[in-house]
């Protein structure tokens, strides 16, 4: 879609280019070139090893990539460029980029010593020492939005998989992301739950939240995706808005995995 005249469209808030990446003699990813804008949401669909988690990974730097760069927000993750050389960050300053990045995983990974609230403040407090007074009020804020304002004090053991899940969407965004990444966030729960994690998290989608999403959830990439992306093989196979991915796919592996998917 073009900007109307006299509009410019948004930066890219994430921007990769040529990206590989390889584990041993496994090419995982295979020079994928990919642009999200600020407060889209892109799906990430494909097959199992088809590079998904890889690629939501290399993002925030958990993965390293071995050619290519990765962007968010206009600034190189994990290296600075001196040049045409790069040259690698600091573990210290590239968990200061982390910070900005809010990451929701498949298996909640909550600290099971520490209260629902204690869980939502302390990433804030302590990576980017905020005053706890403001952050307190503000995760109370958040447990609001997600539905648990009343589980504050609880510890995560007492809590379903939904609600764990919940309070970890709860506490990405407790660090005041400019981008939130979700790797496949409903497929460790029991189907009675999956609802109301994908109820959040289209609520994030329609507040203008950026989001990348590693999911098998068709019905969430069709209402909340503005691009879907079908990889398979460590390639970008097919890319555009849900309309055209989901119900007139042109490549004929899109047509085979979603035939699998949909039935």
Not at 42 to 65: D, F, M, Q, Y
Not at 238 to 252: C, K, T
Request: a neutral charge.
């Amino acid at each position: 879609m073009t900007a109307p005249v006299g509009v410019t469209a948004a930066p890219p808030m994430v921007d990769l280019r040529g990206v590989h990446k390889s584990f041993g003699a496994l090419e995982v990813l295979r020079g994928i070139d990919l642009t999200v804008r600020a407060g889209e949401v892109t799906v990430l669909l494909g097959p199992s090893g088809s590079g998904k988690s890889t690629l939501l990974r290399a993002i925030n730097h958990l993965e390293k990539v071995d050619r290519g760069f990765v962007q968010v927000d206009g600034e190189l993750m994990g290296y600075r460029r001196v040049g045409n050389r790069l040259h690698e960050l600091s573990e210290r300053h590239i968990l200061r980029q982390r910070t900005h990045i809010g990451f929701v995983f498949q298996s909640f990974n909550l600290f099971g010593h520490l209260t629902v609230l204690e869980n939502v403040v302390e990433a804030p407090i302590s990576a980017q020492g905020r005053p706890r007074a403001e952050v307190v009020a503000e995760a109370e804020e958040l447990l609001g939005r997600v539905g648990l304002r009343d589980k504050a004090g609880e510890y995560p053991r007492r809590l379903s998989g939904g609600q764990q899940q919940r309070v970890a969407i709860a506490r990405a965004l407790a660090l005041r992301p400019k981008l939130v990444l979700f790797d496949e966030p409903t497929s460790a729960l029991d189907p009675e739950l999956v609802g109301e994690v994908l109820d959040v998290m289209r609520d994030l989608a329609r507040s203008g939240t950026t989001m990348v999403v590693v999911t098998h959830e068709i019905g969430f990439a069709r209402e909340a995706a503005d691009t879907v992306v079908f990889l398979d093989g460590g390639r970008i196979v097919e890319q555009g808005p849900p309309s055209q991915v989901l119900d007139a796919p042109r490549e004929e592996r899109t047509r085979a995995f979603l035939s699998k998917v949909l039935h």
